[in-house]
């Protein structure tokens, strides 16, 4: 009778605490706004693929409420209040949604993040790093790649390299080029007492998984006093294939002042690499473009930009004729206030543009521009769907900018 009675007990639990996490979910859901694209020009179709990533915060101190959310042209959604499962989700990126639906068996257990997969019309592949959690250390890839044409998932665990000296390491990116499969790093290295951080790619055979190479394209030494050097990859499409990865290399000092420390970039270095001949080079900016800020790159381009007034000014740099094209110059919103530097995306000849804030003083902007007309072929305006009757203050942050 005890046994039944304690089975009973837990049972009532498990039912009370469901029963709490979705009445909690749909008071709670209730509170926040919500969040539309407001269209004020153009073709509404050019944005139908889009969706914004944001954070939303409200009250007085701007600190009482702080939760994420998405926006497309259907409206918010804050994906708080549909299963205790999707909670613990989140919001996955809408490539990741589509290859859940579509490939649900080869999904089960990956992560989440983008830069783990590559998919081109003939496979699939995912890859990431496990280790210990106890020990941090027994650092291995995990792969899994699947075949389009006929289904069959190839899954390999091999031990990362030289591991005794790794502190961690993640994925960057991951690429295929001629039947091998390019897994980028970030390596947080020691050795004999000295701190590094160093990118690698690791070449995979596709069909042995076996791995053919482990090259070092970087290797930057831990802040020495008041100076850092800092590289980060350019952003590109997770759904185009790469050859070329271009890496930012910035050198930094802090400069002490009496009221405050700032940072000052001391020098700025682009830095490509082509996985499929293995060549490294720096690229010679001209003057014009070094403060510029570094958006985005789509494989043959780069695309830098600076905000003159209201204006945005995007340059695009021919990777191939090693030179800048013709500039764009966007007009913002009216209603733009941002200092931070837009969201850039491209797709399918179009340029993206996307500022960050909304709220009582500020509309972000969405702006596409058709790079062949060089045309606007839309804006609008991401606008809080029923505004507060009080002056209680808000405010929305974009902070990413992805395509469905």
Known sequence: MKKYWKFTSIIAVIVLSIGTFYVSSANSATQYPEFVINKKSGDAEEIKSLALEGSYLEGGSMIYVNTNLQITSDGSDYGDGSSIIDSIKGHPAPMIQELQKEYRNFMRGKGQDLDSFFE?????????????????????????????????????????????VIDHIYVEDVQVVDNELKVITQNNTSKNEKYSIERHIYSFDISTGKLNSNETILSIPEQQGNDSIYAYLIQTSHKQANENLIYVKTHDKMIQEEESDRLEERNRELISYNLKTKEKE????????????????????????????????VTPYSLENNQADNELTIQLSNETNDTEPPIILMKDGKLYVATHVTNLKTKASITVIDLKTLDTIYQGEVIRKDLPKSTEQFELYLYDMMFK
């Open 120 to 164: 081109n019309n003939k496979l699939l592949a995912y890859a990431d790093v496990k280790y210990n959690p106890f020990t941090n250390s027994d650092f291995k890839f995990a792969i899994s790649i699947v075949d389009k044409d006929d289904g069959n998932t190839s899954s390999y665990s091999i031990k990362v390299p030289d591991s005794s």
């Open 282 to 313: 720096t690229i010679d900016l001209p003057d014009s473009l070094k403060d510029n800020q570094i958006n985005y790159f789509d494989g043959s381009t780069i695309y830098f930009s600076k905000l003159s007034g209201e204006n945005l000014v």
